[in-house]
Every structure is written in C-alpha cells, then in structure tokens.
C-alpha cells in the first residue's frame, strides 16, 4: 500500500508468483486447490447453489483462470478485479448441508478460499518442478498475503507469517472439512461434463465428437492429479483415498513434467495474460536509462 486509500499492488516482477502463477503447470494443480475450498461446508454449499460449473464448466474455468492470472500479472486492473470479484460475491448467500448459513463474503469462508493456494503450491511444486527453499516459501507467503488485500481481505483475517499459518490451515482441516457433495462431484470419474466448447471450430468439432471416448479418461486423470496433488494432511482429512502405487504413478508423471516443462519455449510455457506481463516487464527494464 502506498497511501491510505491506495489500492493493493499485486506481487513484484520477478517474484516467486511471477515465476509461478502464469506457468502452464498451474493447471495441474488448479482442481487440487478447487476441490480443498469446496470441502469446507459454506463454501461448497454456495457453489452446489449458485456456480454454473455445471452447465457451463469450460466458460467458468476460463473466467476463473483469467481472474487468478490478473491478480499476479495485471498490474493496475488486478485490485479493480478484485473489486469486481468482491461485487459478485455480495449476494451468494444461503444454508450449507448443516443447516448453518453462509455468505459468500464472510471473512472465514472468504479468506480460506484464497488460503487454499498456498499449501497446494508448496506440495506440488515438489513433484512438478523442486521443492521451495525456506527463503522461496516465505517469499511465496508474502506475496500470497498480497494476492488476499487485492482480494479485498483485511489482515485481521489472514496468517500474517508462515509460522501462524499452519496451526490456522490444520485448525480448519481438523474442524470443518468434509466430502461435500461439489467435492464428490470433481473426484467422480462418471461426471456429466458437456465437451469443449471453447477454441478453434475445427478442434471444438472434433472433440464434440469423440467426447464420448475422451469423457472418462478425462475424467479419471482429473481425479488423479486432483487427489495426487492435494497436500496428503488435507486428502486424509476430507477422506480421499490415495495408494502407493498411485503415488508412484504421480512420481512416473511428474518426473515427465519437469523434464519437458522448462525446456518449452515461453510461448507454450506461460499462459498468455503472463507471457504478455513477462514481456512487458522485460521491455520496461531495457528502456531504463543506464542499461
């Protein structure tokens, strides 16, 4: 913050989000994330009632990866998304499977849909490309504490260290989680998700069309990489079960994806709102004077 009434700034070019966020691993690890947040009762309740992830899961994965990808790389539009995000929010609101009611913007519930990123990072970075050093891992809080102010949450309602974090993450594993019906329905490998509708009309006809035989593979690799990746203390505690010879499975995979991944040119690395701050940061460098 740069003022008392200046918006949040998203984490720094050349941060460890900076790296991370817009590389095209995140995608392996967007659904263990998703499915740690809708296995908290509340909000697995407000998406059960008022998410189009059923009718319209392609638009919805596309919108939400855009919003995540402008709160790292947008720069000045990233507060004013957070901003909308919060807009949208203010009327989910309803009872979860418990009978207790909910709104979307309750800090609790708000602040541990954003909490879910940082533990799913720290895990599947060891399997899809190194493990964090300490300083990394501090580094990625920090910058993960600036994400949740562009998300309009107040540090009252977020671990300000790592060493408040963890008893904080566990408290809620202990407390609230559960196989909700929204995380039943993730991990299914029979779901009813209609093709791709999103891409070339070449490709989109294609894959309309041997959906069909695509569907249940599809379906059992997302419940593998959504369960493999899901820190272990966070499976057990919404009860998802994962066997040794998954977890070599997952190892055989991941040593694929850290060998190609880093070799791939930027292009088909990075995401494109990330390739495009990427290159625009490199340009802001070069044009400073004295270099």
């Given at each position: 913050?740069t003022g008392p009434a ?5 984490p720094?070019p050349g941060?460890?989000?900076w790296?991370?966020a817009?590389d ?26 008022h ?13 939400s990866l ?8 947008g720069?000045?539009?990233a ?13 989910i609101?309803?009872?979860d ?10 800090p ?5 849909v ?5 533990p ?8 899809l490309a190194?493990p ?15 994400v ?8 009252r ?7 408040e974090?963890?008893p ?14 929204v ?6 490998t029979?779901?009813?998700i209609p093709p ?34 899901m ?9 998802l ?5 998954q977890e070599?499975?997952?190892?055989a995979?991941a040593r694929v994806?850290r060998?190609?991944?880093p ?7 990075y995401l ?7 290159r625009a940061?490199r340009?802001s ?6 270099r």
């Amino acid at each position: 913050m740069t003022g008392p009434a200046a918006d949040p700034v998203p984490p720094p070019p050349g941060g460890v989000l900076w790296t991370l966020a817009g590389d095209i691993r995140g995608l392996l690890m967007l659904p263990a994330a998703l499915t740690l947040q809708v296995a908290h009762p509340a909000v697995g309740a407000g998406v059960d009632e008022h998410s189009v992830f059923r009718t319209d899961p392609w638009g919805r994965g596309e919108r939400s990866l855009r919003s995540l990808q402008l709160w790292v790389y947008g720069g000045e539009a990233a507060a004013e998304e957070g901003r909308r995000l919060r807009a949208l929010h203010k009327t989910i609101q309803g009872t979860d499977a418990h009978g207790r009611r909910y709104h979307a913007l309750e800090p609790a519930y708000y602040s541990w849909v954003h909490a879910t990123g940082f533990p799913v990072y720290q895990h599947a970075l060891r399997y899809l490309a190194r493990p964090l050093t300490e300083a990394q891992e501090r580094k990625l809080y920090a910058e993960w504490l600036q994400v949740g102010r562009i998300l309009g949450i107040h540090d009252r309602d977020m671990p300000q260290t790592i060493e408040e974090f963890w008893p904080y993450y566990r408290k809620v594993l202990a407390d609230e989680l559960e196989a909700t019906v929204v995380v039943r329905e993730l991990i299914a490998t029979d779901p009813a998700i209609p093709p791709p509708d999103r891409g070339p009309l070449v490709l989109t006809v294609l894959l309309r069309a041997a959906w069909p035989v695509l569907l249940p593979a599809f379906a059992r690799f997302r419940r593998f990489m959504t369960i493999g990746l899901m820190p272990p203390d966070a499976r057990e505690a919404i009860g998802l079960e994962w066997t040794d010879e998954q977890e070599r499975r997952l190892r055989a995979f991941a040593r694929v994806v850290r060998a190609v991944v880093p070799v791939l040119p930027e292009r088909l690395r990075y995401l494109p709102l990330a390739r495009e701050a990427r290159r625009a940061a490199r340009i802001s460098r070069s044009d400073r004077p004295g270099r």
